[in-house]
């Protein structure tokens, strides 16, 4: 007997937030990092979507991207991933990165560009999303970063 899979959303779309001053003039190589924990203790969701929508500070090229991490929380019950800070120079090293994001090319400064990661594996427990700055230009001054996830799983049985 044949057996149909199907997708199961458990949640809507639910902002990660990030603190403003991290985000605003990023340079380009460097990275935020979501200020609220997301808990996946209960749910023990597998799967998101990730939806970003954040201003640019130049123009975008056919290189351009984004990155996103997902930093699970460490033993010590404090460090969420290599311990990268909230806003840094420094992207977390490559074990934590979910997902690259190509963007437009052409897009100017104090404009939005788009990026969504599909199917990102979530591990169980406290996690927070880190978001790299790979555009070749720095955020805009005031980045206003819209970084949304849903969180899903496989329904086998339907």
Known sequence: ??????WIIDTNWTAATFTAGD???LASGGCAVSTGAI??????DIYAD???IVTVGGTTTATSFLTLYVLPLQQDGTTYGDGAA????VQPVASYLAASCMVKSGITSGNTIS????QIVLPPGNFVFAL???LGV????????TLKYRSFNENLNA
């Open 132 to 134: 790299g700055n790979n």
């Open 50 to 52: 990730v939806s970003a």
């Open 1 to 6: 007997m044949a057996s149909t899979a199907r």
């Open 86 to 89: 909230s806003s840094s120079s």
């Open 23 to 25: 985000l605003n003039s």
């Open 39 to 44: 808990t996946n203790s209960t749910a023990l």
């Open 138 to 145: 720095a955020l805009n001054a005031t980045a206003a970063l």
């Open 115 to 118: 990026s969504m990661w599909r």
